[in-house]
């Protein structure tokens, strides 16, 4: 037993621990994920999470400590992001024939998810600190946080909830548009990035390479559009 003690703390001390215990989560969860026959209310990310912050609460690993290994997994999240221009260019023909499309469509996203988030926040009782935590929860964390300094609010808790917005859309989202009658694998795809960023783009490639392509030109085109439009209406409203 004291062997074995002094083997954890050495491992859970290690950076190498970390990330594998990162991939083996995520594996773990895919392989569930795959099992279910792909059940989205099964999401990897939800899963895998779920798995590492229980081990990391039980062994009372801090999050630096942890980030210190799973780091190399974070910067894999840039060349993934980029390689989402892959399939998007083979949907180039596609993208060109719905540009209209594609400019309401964003805007009216982007201002939906802008307004649902601080309209229900605001009508139970949040401050203008939270409000402006929540606005961005649509848009890739790293730009969602940005934007939330910016408008005055706390990009650390915005950063959580654009992982729950993304894991709740990727749940979800398919449900939705099947209710209210949604075919068209472009305008599914776009619906997703536009909602739920990268986790939802995540989704939207395992189901159809062209909802993918059109979910992963919504998640850049809302970023962008968020980060222009939210402090503006903020400055005006606020």
Known sequence: ??????????????????????LVAFQGAF??????????????????????????????TSYPQYFEGAQFVHFLLGPATVSLAVPLYRQLAKVRQSALAIGVSLLCGSLTAIFTAVGMAWLLG???DILATLA??????????????????????????VIITGIFGAMF????????????WAARGFAMGTASHGIGTARALQVNEVAGAFAGLAMGLNALA?????????????
């Open 1 to 22: 037993m004291e062997n074995l003690r002094d083997t954890w703390v050495y491992l859970s001390a290690s950076p190498l621990f970390h990330l594998t215990l990162t």
């Open 31 to 60: 392989w569930l994920f795959e099992k279910a026959g792909r059940n989205p209310i099964l999401n990897p990310v939800l899963i895998s999470v779920i798995a590492i912050v229980g081990v990391l609460i039980s062994t009372g």
């Open 126 to 128: 949040g401050g203008p």
């Open 136 to 161: 961005p929860k649509s848009i890739t964390a790293p730009v969602a946080m940005a934007v939330a300094e910016k408008i005055g609010g706390l990009p650390s808790l915005t950063a959580v909830v």
């Open 173 to 184: 989202g398919t449900f939705v548009l099947n209710a209210v009658g949604v075919k068209d």
């Open 226 to 238: 968020t980060a222009i439009l939210l402090p503006v209406l903020w400055a005006i409203v606020f």
